[in-house]
């Protein structure tokens, strides 16, 4: 990347630049290679953050099935992250997990658990998991609550092979009129789901898949306690990366876990031949990102007070805008042979291909995704109807809480006193874009126009070909779009 005009001697945030186009032989945004190039190799360069409020499960599979990955976060027992990561491990790298209820489940929890997933409807299932039938909110909107799935559903399915091409699923549905199809092995037991724009995505996006071919998930790991104990849980539960964490990654608590981390890490690869990377963080200086090199990390974690739910830097006046963070540590890693995932920060599809420009591997989401239905909290409406998913911050009141729940109540009542972050927001689910998925199409095809208008036909050169200028805030301004006359 080079500036336009000269490079500021002021930071920047991804607000304050912009890029030019450049002479393109690139003919198509679809020739764009999109892979991250922070050693992970995945398929898209997004990863959706280690916030308890934005990955669990369904964010972790939905991210995985689109190339991408999510971070379990540090709070979560490791017995649960480790069920949950087998439950990503055993699902469909190309069809859906289907919500499943069974014949007497009633109409009421059968609506409610139809938003957890972006599809829409329910599967109704036996005890073996063979398909009886599906629900539809609309099929159940004017039945009574208690009622069952059997008094609503439709036995009108369509049924696919799970060795169908997605092209052909989706003929298969346009020929039907359905919205969606189930898949089902030779027994009949429910595989998956696919609906149309899942059998488009399906032929646009690679999943990010480990080397048994199931889709791949990360843990983070925070550096007070038994670290070698996590970490090795960590790996023996298949975690595909290790994220050491912490708001302040270059202290030396941070390098001395990271070292034990690493050590475990080189003990298990010795033992089955299986290599994790392990990313830490956050840093936003050159000379963190090399001594975490020094201690373990093979990519750095770089942010330090632009996330949504942070307090930081007006609490303590410390962090640094982020398009230089990313830039400057992008560099120092790339110098040692390594690389860094840009983290908080990213409101719109710009940001990231900003971040990308500036040399990120690959860029990681939290608030943005905590509004939308695969995110780990139940879906709430406010006083207007408009639906919403509550956010919080990890190092908020609410997560120390959690997280210091078994220490004494002196020690949690010193450890509330540092508080970094906001315990309640709501996250507004888009009604054009409410599911993980669609800000997925959202930001890579943005990304993917980024990049042929700089004429780059991949991650690394379209860092190589872009051209950044500063703006001032009406430049900014001027480029948001209007939604009424002035
Ligand atoms: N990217 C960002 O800007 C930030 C991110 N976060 C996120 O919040 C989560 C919790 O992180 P964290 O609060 O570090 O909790 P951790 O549970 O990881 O603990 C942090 C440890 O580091 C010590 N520490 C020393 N200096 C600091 C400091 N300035 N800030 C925080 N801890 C410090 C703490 O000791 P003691 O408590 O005794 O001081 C504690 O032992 C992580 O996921 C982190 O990424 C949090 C804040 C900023
Ligand atoms: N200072 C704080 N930073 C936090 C907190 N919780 C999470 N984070 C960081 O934000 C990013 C995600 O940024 P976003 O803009 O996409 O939401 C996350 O990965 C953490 O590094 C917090 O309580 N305080």
Request: proline share 4%.
């Amino acid at each position: 990347m080079r500036f336009l005009d000269q490079r500021p001697s002021y930071d920047l945030t991804y607000s304050d630049v912009f890029m030019v186009p450049s002479r393109s032989g690139v003919t198509s945004r679809l020739d764009v290679d999109l892979t991250s190039t922070d050693g992970l190799a995945t398929p898209t360069p997004l990863v959706a953050a280690n916030m308890t409020a934005v990955s669990g499960r369904r964010m972790a599979e939905t991210m995985a099935r689109r190339g991408g990955l999510a971070v379990f976060p540090q709070d979560i027992p490791s017995d649960v992250v480790a069920a949950s990561i087998r439950k990503v491990k055993a699902a469909h790298p190309v069809f859906d997990t289907a919500v499943t209820v069974s014949l007497d489940t009633t109409v009421g929890e059968t609506l409610s658990l139809i938003p957890k997933r972006a599809h829409g409807v329910a599967v109704v299932v036996d005890a073996d998991h063979r398909v009886l039938g599906l629900v539809t909110p609309s099929a159940a909107a004017g039945a009574d609550r208690f009622a069952q799935a059997r008094d609503v559903m439709t036995t009108d399915v369509t049924l696919v092979s799970p060795d169908l091409t997605p092209q052909a699923v989706f003929d298969q549905l346009s020929e039907h009129h359905q919205k969606v199809a189930v898949s089902v092995d030779a027994d009949g037991r429910l595989v998956g789901l696919m609906t149309p724009k899942g059998a488009l995505r399906s032929a646009i996006y690679s999943p990010a898949l480990d080397h048994e071919g199931r889709l791949r998930a990360g843990v983070a790991v925070g550096i007070n306690g038994d670290v070698a104990g996590k970490v090795r849980t960590a790996l023996e539960g298949l975690a595909d990366v290790i994220v050491m964490d912490t708001a302040h990654g270059h202290q030396e608590k941070m390098i001395g876990a990271l070292a034990t981390a690493r050590d475990v890490r080189d003990a298990f690869e010795a033992e089955t031949g299986r290599r994790v990377l392990i990313v830490a963080g956050n840093v936003v200086t050159a000379e963190g990102c090399v001594d975490l090199i020094a201690a373990g990390a093979d990519i750095l974690k770089v942010g330090v007070g632009p996330g949504a739910m942070c307090t930081t830097r007006m609490q303590t006046g410390v962090g640094r805008p982020q398009f230089s963070a990313v830039l400057e540590c992008a560099q120092a890693a790339r110098e040692h042979g390594k690389s860094v995932w840009a983290d908080g920060g990213v409101r719109h599809p710009r940001d990231v291909a900003l971040a990308l420009a500036a040399g990120a591997g690959s860029v990681m989401i939290g608030s943005w995704f905590a509004g939308t239905h695969e995110s780990t909290g139940d879906q709430l409406v406010d006083h207007d109807g408009r639906v919403y998913k509550e956010s919080f911050g990890m190092a908020s009141a609410r997560a120390v809480r959690n997280r210091t729940r078994d220490m004494s109540a002196f020690q949690r009542a010193r450890s509330a006193l540092f508080e970094e972050g906001i315990s309640s927001s709501r996250m507004y689910l888009d009604p054009q874009r409410p599911g993980v998925e669609d800000l997925l199409d959202w930001i890579t095809s943005g990304v993917r126009s980024s990049c042929t208008y700089a004429g780059a036909r991949s991650l690394p050169e379209f860092e190589e070909r872009a051209v950044v200028g500063v703006q001032s805030g009406s430049g900014y301004e001027e480029g948001r779009p209007l939604d009424r006359s002035w």
